[in-house]
Structure formats: C-alpha cells, structure tokens
C-alpha cells in the first residue's frame, strides 16, 4: 500500500524558515517525481513545487520562488521543503503527492497526482 | 501561466441526480486534465486524468470529457459519499494549476 506522510508543520513568525519533510513507502521511489501542494484555510489547491526522480528537474510556482527549496533524498524514501523568508500568506496545509511520471517537464508534462499524504499544517503568524 | 474556472463554485443536489461540473482553461491544453475529489478534512483523491480515462478503483458513475478548453465531471447518479468539492488540474504546463473547486452539496 502507497503511504505519504508529511512532518514538520509549526507556528512560525514571519520571515522565519521550516523545513517539511514526506515519508514513502510502498512504492519505488526512485521512479517517480514528486511534488508540494498547498491549501490555504478554506481555500482551493495550490502547486507549489515539484522534482523529479534523480532531481535533475524542479519546478517552483511563482509564488514560492527564491523562498523555497525541494529536494529529495531517495536512499531515504524522502521529499523535503525548505521555506524561508516564510510569509502570513504561506499559511496552509502542506500536502506531499506522487505523480504518475518521473520528470517535471515544462510543457506536454502530463503530470497527474495520483497519491496524497493528509497533509501537515504551517502557520505563519505574529 | 494558465488559469483554470470552474462552474458553479457550488451546487445542491438529491441523492440519484445527475451532476456536471465545468472547467474552463485559459488557452488550449489539449487532454492534459486531470480531476479530484475531496472530502472534508481528507486528502484529495484522483478521479480522472487525461480528461476521460477513469482512475483505478473510482466508480464508474464518474466520467469525464473535452479537449482544447473545455472539459466536463459527470456523475450518472449521486451517492452520499459523493458530496464533496471537485477540483479540476492541468497538466500541460508548469506552474500547474487547479481550478477554484466545486462544491456538491445534500439538497
């Protein structure tokens, strides 16, 4: 069974840094890009990054650009989020989903998210 | 980047009803659609993708279509553990982007 579990959500002041973390299991990683999906209390699904399965393609949205950082560490079945410069409009619940792919390809990418974890919470918050 | 609308944002509906959902791209993205459900307090769930191919293990009461813009979520007849938001996805570029959502609620 394909289990993601994310880790790593807090209360943080702005401009502070978090790291998320995603743990996998019952699925070979390394074949797959991985990516961050975000909502907001009460709002829709934001992408916010992806990478694909040697790391060797990333994407970011451009809300995120230049905060965050994905990374992977296969050996260890993880993906990994690093926000800085964190902001009140960073408050969400962070989401870790598998694509059915294993690159990030810019156009004709066809990515789709066909595994979820539930998400862990980051608040961003004086 | 590409903006994705949805219609209605909400709708009511009795068990049995034939519902449509509607999303709307912003400029060509041929078949690379996907669509989820959510349920409260749950993750997303993948229903279909590639606009029309159904999902492993998801009803066959759900079926979706379109191409180029416009895409239709058709549920044949509404079960209880159908009330939910509906979220449509592309896939033809990044930054990927999700529609507003939709949604089912118990009439």
């Known amino acids: 069974e394909v289990q993601l579990v994310e880790s790593g959500g807090d209360l943080v002041q702005p401009g502070r840094s978090l790291r998320l973390s995603c743990g996998a299991s019952g699925f070979t990683v390394d074949d797959y890009a991985m990516h961050w999906v975000r909502q907001a209390p009460g709002k829709g699904l934001e992408w916010v990054s992806g990478?694909?399965?040697?790391?060797?393609?990333?994407g970011y949205a451009d809300s995120v650009k230049g905060r965050f950082t994905i990374s992977r560490d296969n050996a260890k079945n993880s993906l990994y989020l690093q926000m800085n410069s964190l902001r009140p409009e960073d408050t969400a619940l962070y989401f870790c989903a598998k694509d059915v792919g294993p690159d990030i390809v810019v156009v004709l990418g066809g990515t789709v998210f066909d595994q979820w974890g539930q998400g862990t919470l980051v608040t961003v918050s004086a | 980047d590409i903006q994705m609308t949805q219609s209605p944002s909400s709708l009511s509906a009795s068990v049995g009803d034939r519902v449509t959902i509607t999303c709307r791209a912003s400029?060509?993205?041929?078949?690379?659609l996907n669509w989820y459900q959510q349920t409260p307090g749950l993750a997303p769930k993948l229903l279909i993708y590639?606009?029309?191919s159904l999902q492993s293990g998801v009803p066959s009461s759900f079926s979706g279509s379109g191409s180029g813009t416009h895409f239709t979520l058709t549920i044949s007849s509404l079960q209880p553990e159908d009330f939910a938001t509906y979220y449509c996805?592309?896939?033809?570029?990044?930054?990927?982007?999700f529609g507003g959502g939709t949604k089912v609620e118990i009439k």
């Open positions: 590639a606009a029309s």
């Open positions: 990478i694909g399965w040697n790391s060797g393609s990333i």
């Open positions: 400029q060509t993205i041929d078949t690379y």
């Open positions: 996805q592309q896939s033809y570029s990044t930054p990927l982007t």
